[in-house]
């Protein structure tokens, strides 16, 4: 380019300012209805841009991200129908804002896996880190392994199912949706929930505020049974079940007096 220099792989303008050298080019090989995304020397903003490219433009329903090197925040904000498959272990965010797609991630990820996900489904063939299903609204997450302290803080909606232990605080703030962890849970379960269900396989350190015993129903097996058939988990374990008390639904009816010796 006219007025510039490039020395040491930084480009310099007539004014002295410094750029980064251009990105190198899309790998995307796109074949008939499917595509592989090579993302080892992109960023994470091409290899969503190239994401979004590839699904909406091109409509392309089957693609694979090879060598996504743990970037965070891939894969957000895809709100069509698709199958998207991870060959390798994304970061942090992964797949939040989603409303749709079908994604397959063959390797761990870390926190806050689907983050207010829409609809769809996530599946994880390791484990996954804290904070995982925060503020979810819908679709299912099932990660093949443990997951971290406060998955599904702030549940919305959805299905979260670990076949592994649950850190501190899961299920915190719960509003609604289901979580079924076979494992083991740690401190807090289900602290200050307001409504949903959670199922539990292990041992649990300790309940919540406001987080108590339920009976299982038909209707809860026959919901258990139906997503392990679903995701072929094989059979589900021994369960015990968990909601809202509703102590805390009269915090709003308290008179200022009264809250002060809540809080």
């Known amino acids: 380019m006219a007025g510039m220099n490039t020395k040491s792989g930084v480009v310099y303008d007539a004014r002295g300012l410094v750029e980064p050298d251009p990105e190198p080019p899309m790998t995307a090989e796109i074949d008939g209805d499917s595509a592989v995304i090579d993302a080892t020397d992109l960023t994470t903003r091409k290899i969503n841009l190239e994401l979004k490219r590839i699904v909406y433009?091109?409509?392309?329903?089957?693609?694979?991200?090879?060598?996504?090197?743990?970037?965070?925040?891939?894969?957000?904000?895809?709100?069509?129908?698709?199958?998207?498959?991870?060959?390798?272990?994304?970061?942090?965010?992964?797949?939040?804002?989603?409303?749709?797609?079908?994604?397959?991630?063959?390797?761990?990820?870390?926190?806050?896996?689907?983050?207010?996900?829409?609809?769809?489904?996530?599946?994880?063939?390791?484990?996954?880190?804290?904070?995982?299903?925060?503020?979810?609204?819908g679709g299912d997450l099932v990660i093949k392994g443990n997951v971290g302290a406060r998955t599904g803080i702030d549940q919305k909606g959805g299905t979260i199912i670990a076949l592994g232990s649950a850190g501190i605080n899961t299920g915190f703030m719960m509003q609604r949706g289901r979580q079924i962890i076979c494992g083991d849970v740690n401190d807090g379960l289900g602290d200050s929930m307001y409504d949903g269900v959670i199922y539990v396989g292990g041992k649990i350190a300790s309940l919540g505020v406001d987080c108590v015993p339920g009976e299982m129903t038909d209707e809860d097996h026959e919901f258990i049974n139906r997503k392990f058939d679903i995701y072929d988990l094989g059979t589900p374990p021994e369960l015990q079940k968990f909601e809202c008390g509703k102590v805390l639904h009269n915090y709003d009816a308290l008179e200022p007096s009264e809250r002060k010796l809540v809080l």
């Open 57 to 137: 433009d091109e409509g392309v329903n089957n693609v694979t991200i090879v060598n996504p090197g743990s970037k965070h925040s891939l894969g957000v904000g895809i709100l069509k129908r698709c199958n998207i498959t991870f060959e390798g272990s994304p970061g942090w965010y992964a797949c939040g804002l989603i409303d749709g797609p079908e994604v397959q991630i063959n390797g761990r990820v870390g926190w806050s896996l689907g983050e207010n996900m829409m609809s769809g489904s996530v599946v994880v063939e390791g484990p996954a880190g804290s904070l995982t299903g925060a503020a979810l609204r």
